[in-house]
């Protein structure tokens, strides 16, 4: 299969699009840790090639660590997915907390660094290596009512940009994908008018599914991918323009 001895991480691997990602890498022969500070949704997983680790991605120090200790179990560590996020208050900038605008930096943007430098620190240059971060078409084109979140995925860009370019030399690749809305659990962070006000921007006129993002992340991972990278990947029913 596609990823038979393959073995990835996917942070933010409890819900939504993480899982959706995870489950179809395993489905096609990886083996697969699912990285989340909270993994109580996960009763439903009993594929053998799905193991579990509960890491907060904005700890460094726990990120270098359990990736060492995740690729001696698994035997190899070669596809990272940096999934976890959250989209912080629908609240103009004039009125944006402090506390808030932090806790979203420190997670999409300070735990996806974590973790791509950890990874970028461990896999073999030599082989095949994937590293897909998931940024936003807010990252692109900036949500009104959403501006920390908007700034971490524009960040998120920045960055796989920049390691893309690092590791060209090498055989792993860096890329994002950049999704319109997709409807889950995080859909239950933000207000009804702004997930109203999403839907309203895209053309096909309805939300993105799991399956949709996992399917690319899935060909960014394969070693099929091999001439894309430090690029962004849109997944938006017609919105993004460039
Ligand atoms: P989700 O809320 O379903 O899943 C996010 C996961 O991240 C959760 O399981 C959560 O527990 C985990 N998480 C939160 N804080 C963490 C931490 N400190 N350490 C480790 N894990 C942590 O969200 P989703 O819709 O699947 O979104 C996944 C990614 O895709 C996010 O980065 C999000 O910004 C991005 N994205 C989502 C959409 C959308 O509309 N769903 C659109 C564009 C981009």
């Known amino acids: 299969m596609r990823f038979d001895n393959r073995h990835a991480i996917v942070t933010g691997g409890a819900s939504g699009i993480g899982l959706a990602i995870a489950m179809r890498l395993a489905d096609e022969g990886a083996t697969v840790t699912l990285w989340d500070i909270s993994l109580g949704n996960l009763t439903a997983v009993t594929d053998s090639r799905l193991r579990t680790r509960q890491v907060d991605v904005t700890d460094a120090v726990a990120v270098a660590a359990g990736m060492q200790e995740d690729m001696a179990q698994m035997g190899g560590f070669d ?8 989209t912080g208050p629908n609240v103009k900038v ?71 370019k690092e590791l060209a030399q090498t055989q792993i690749t860096v890329n994002a994908i950049a999704p319109a809305a997709v409807e889950t659990p995080i859909f239950e962070q933000m207000t009804p008018e702004f997930t109203a006000f999403m839907k309203s921007k895209i053309p096909m006129g309805r939300f993105g599914t799991v399956d949709e993002i996992a399917a690319m992340a899935c060909w960014l991972c394969s070693a099929e991918s091999s001439f894309s990278t430090g690029a962004v990947f849109d997944q938006s029913g017609g919105r993004a323009t460039y």
């Open 79 to 86: 596809t990272l997915i940096c999934s976890a996020g959250i």
């Open 94 to 164: 004039v009125d944006y907390p402090h506390e808030a605008w932090h806790a979203v930096m420190t997670l999409n943007l300070h735990g996806l660094f974590y973790c791509n430098q950890a990874a970028a620190r461990l896999m073999d240059p030599t082989k095949v290596g994937r590293i897909v971060n998931m940024a936003s078409i807010a990252g692109k084109e900036g949500n009104p009512n959403a501006s920390a979140y908007s700034t971490s995925k524009a960040a998120v860009i920045g960055l796989t940009k920049s390691l893309g």
